[in-house]
């Protein structure tokens, strides 16, 4: 019998503990194939694509080889396979078809056949060789000379030469949070201090920071200009500890998605129009300390709308609508009506580019 391995990630507990009860329904009517194992150790993986972070999660998956499945309410996904919510057992048992219909057939062993018995026949006497002479190996070939650039030629050796080399990004000049949750921007863990906020590590390894469960308390993180001297580096052993102390480790994606939000103030993110209309992709994550996201959440899931028709419709002033439009925007729930913008110089650098005022 093939076992499977398999993780679902990004889920709140209490859905956790629902699906996992399902998933063992599920498994012991189609054979008990599947195992659950970390994320790391899994060949599938089911991501939380409705939560606000899940399409951070699957910008760290794609690639990895991993069998990539939804978890959502929608049904556009750019996954392997998609797993509709509300999930019951027959809907994973289901899942289980697909996937295992999709995997290859283990080969099976060549069957050991007897060996042939060999028969002796008799052969005639070889005639004697006489060995030849060795031919004389051909000297190597010696390398054309290779002409020097004339003066009329250096000038466009130079610009080829430098056009192949990657493009030096500057460093912004006054940087906020948001420039060091790109990836590549820290080497290590690192740990930021702030009168009037709670202590605040960064963690990229692991893709989290440590910090209480609520967001609002690290606003005006998201406002500071933060040197490289402001970081202070954070042994990897101590990290559990600092956790405990903190009050846990949450998912970057939900800092980053507070940075855009606190970092517009009320202005549109750049390369967006403030006369297109926007659309959810799919029901965000809601955090319970701003109330007001369930209402814009509720007006955009009826379809694109322009800013101010959001704002009217829900009843919440529009400086707030576009900071919210932003958070959505910048971690992957909502885009234009008519799609994202294409990629300029000042936003690469992945999903976090746009998060930079």
């Not at 403030?274 to 369930?294: A, C, I």
Request: aromatic share 6%.
């Amino acid at each position: 019998m093939t076992t499977h391995s398999i993780c679902f990630a990004g889920l709140s507990r209490e859905e956790e503990a629902e699906i996992t009860a399902r998933f063992k329904q599920a498994n012991a009517s189609t054979g008990n194939r599947w195992l659950l194992t970390p994320e790391t150790e899994a060949g599938v993986l089911v991501i939380d694509m409705d939560s606000m972070y899940g399409q951070m999660s699957l910008m760290k998956a794609i690639g990895s080889g991993k069998t990539l499945v939804a978890l959502t309410a929608g049904g556009r996904a750019d996954t392997d396979y998609v797993l509709q919510r509300p999930v019951t057992a027959e809907s994973i048992a289901e899942l289980f078809k697909q996937i295992e219909a999709g995997m290859p057939a283990p080969a099976a062993a060549p069957r050991a056949e007897p060996a042939p018995t060999p028969v002796e026949t008799p052969q005639p006497a070889p005639a004697p060789v006489t060995p030849a002479a060795a031919a004389p190996k051909p000297a190597p070939a010696e390398p054309a000379p290779v002409a020097a650039p004339t003066t009329a030629e250096q000038p466009a050796v130079a610009a080829r030469t430098t056009s192949e080399q990657p493009a030096f990004v500057a460093p912004p000049a006054e940087p906020r949070l948001a420039d060091y949750l790109r990836p590549g921007a820290l080497a290590g863990p690192v740990r930021l201090q702030m009168a009037g906020a709670p202590d605040l590590v960064l963690d990229p390894s692991s893709q989290t920071y440590l910090s209480g469960q609520a967001l609002k308390p690290l606003l005006p993180y998201c406002t500071k200009v933060i040197r490289e001297a402001d970081l202070v580096p954070v042994p990897a052993a101590e990290l559990p500890a600092l956790a405990a102390s903190l009050g846990g480790s949450q998912p970057l994606a939900r800092l980053a998605w507070l940075c855009a939000l606190g970092g517009g103030n009320g202005a549109l993110a750049p390369g967006f129009g403030p006369n297109e209309k926007y659309k959810l992709l799919r029901w965000p994550q809601t955090e319970r300390e701003f109330p007001k996201h369930f209402r814009i959440a509720t007006v955009m899931m009826k379809g694109p709308a322009l800013l101010t028709e959001i704002a009217e419709q829900s009843g919440v002033p529009l400086a707030e609508v576009i900071d919210y439009v932003n958070a959505c925007l910048a971690t992957g729930v909502a885009e234009p009506e008519s799609g994202p913008p294409p990629a300029t110089d000042a936003g690469k650098g992945g999903l976090l580019g746009r998060f930079r005022r």
